[in-house]
DNA sequence: TTTAATTTTTAGATTTGTCTAAAATAATTT
DNA sequence: AAATTATTTTAGACAAATCTAAAAATTAAA
């Protein structure tokens, strides 16, 4: 299905929506969108016309089955794009969302393919969403909190909660990033300091506070770095 | 400056067709672009707008310099992104060029700078054309026949000027592409043959006829592969 | 349950890029 | 130089995506 790059925004939108809310509503999409409810209104009419969402008018909408498909795809994109541009380019995984959401539009599958193979069939982005395969399956990978992790465990540090920059500051010192692979070694009840080591890294220990915001993968099939 | 994907586009061809003529006329450009003359001309009131256009009415045009950088920078990140998908994705160096017409309107110049970097400041493309550096000079390299390269000196396949697939078998099967160092060890008078020597592989004979189609840069600055 | 507030949709404009057909200008021929 | 031919530009329309303002439908409140 060949679709414009407006299109595809708004259903990667809406995608994103309906994993929280049971019905999508045309002002929180046009919310989302920063745009207005009255342009939303004619998307979501040529998006019916597509047969890519479920609309009945003054009631609320989702993406159809063919929706969703498409809705992977885009994601698939934008992820892979974003693995590339961290961890082949060097930039830095809160910057590169802007220039992913323009390559994400560029839809040869070969190339998609052949981006894919070259980074080595990534699991998560660099942010720690999953990245859908070519067929569109999202890989269901548990998310914990580090703090739960049991002793010697190997997981992968997949996403934090508090993205201030003093806590990027900290994670960086400790060289703790999005994908790390993290073991804890020991745990301090006193401040709830977990005693950890990163791969390639000695061990090193992080405060409670730290820690809290941490969470990994118990999964062993992710891609480190 | 701003420009939209569709001045871009008219931006890069103007630059191309004034390479070879004095003035590009309306319908010339309008043939390359396969569009018509009444859309080409709209498109130039704009450009002219922009003040990127030399441009009298029922007269002729070519890009003035702030035009001819634009260009420069366009036609940087089109052929960047050719290597990218040749040299690290693997794919075809004659299938890359629509998907690098995609890829060429992203506009971020971090990622430009990045991208450069990790492709290791390639001076040509697949296609042996040059690739403009940052500030927008273009490496003039001296493109020759290989039949006038001096024995034993490196060259660089620059371009083949035979581009039949019959050809590209040929050149497969003796594992020559763009950017293949090449030297002639040897040069037959009875029918044009060329002994040559292309690094890492093994001496071979090409046939006059091959020889013929291929064209080197004498320079050795180029990055080879 | 009638009114008020909210949400959603339509109506009508605007912008960008395109097109066809016709008019204007330039170049060639006779 | 007048007529013909070719080229270029304008005029007017259209499609996509957007907007503002007003109308319609729904929901909440009095």
């Not at 009945?56 to 698939?76: D, H, P, Q, T, V």
């Amino acid at each position: 299905m060949k679709l414009s790059e407006s299109e595809e925004n708004y259903i990667k939108s809406i995608y994103t929506l309906q994993a929280k809310t049971e019905k999508v509503n045309t002002n929180s999409l046009a919310d989302y969108l920063n745009t207005t409810a009255a342009s939303v209104s004619d998307m979501l009419k040529k998006l019916k016309m597509k047969r890519l969402l479920e609309y009945k008018r003054y009631y609320g909408f989702r993406l159809n089955e063919a929706g969703i498909k498409e809705a992977l795809k885009i994601i698939r994109r934008h992820r892979l794009w974003e693995v590339f541009l961290v961890s082949k380019l060097g930039m830095e995984w809160d910057k590169v969302h802007a220039i992913a959401e323009e390559l994400e539009h560029v839809s040869s599958p070969d190339l998609i393919r052949k981006l894919d193979q070259y980074l080595g069939q990534p699991k998560i982005d660099p942010h720690g969403d999953p990245i859908p395969d070519e067929k569109g399956s999202v890989p269901e990978l548990k998310q914990i909190a580090l703090t739960d992790l049991s002793f010697k465990k190997n997981g992968v540090v997949s996403s934090v909660s508090n993205q201030t920059n003093e806590m990027m500051k900290m994670l960086n010192h400790y060289s703790i990033g999005i994908g790390s692979q993290i073991k804890v070694l020991k745990a301090f009840e006193f401040d709830g300091s977990l005693q950890v080591k990163i791969s390639r890294q000695p061990a090193c220990t992080i405060s409670g506070q730290v820690a809290q915001n941490i969470f990994v993968y118990d999964d062993k099939k992710i891609g480190t770095r």
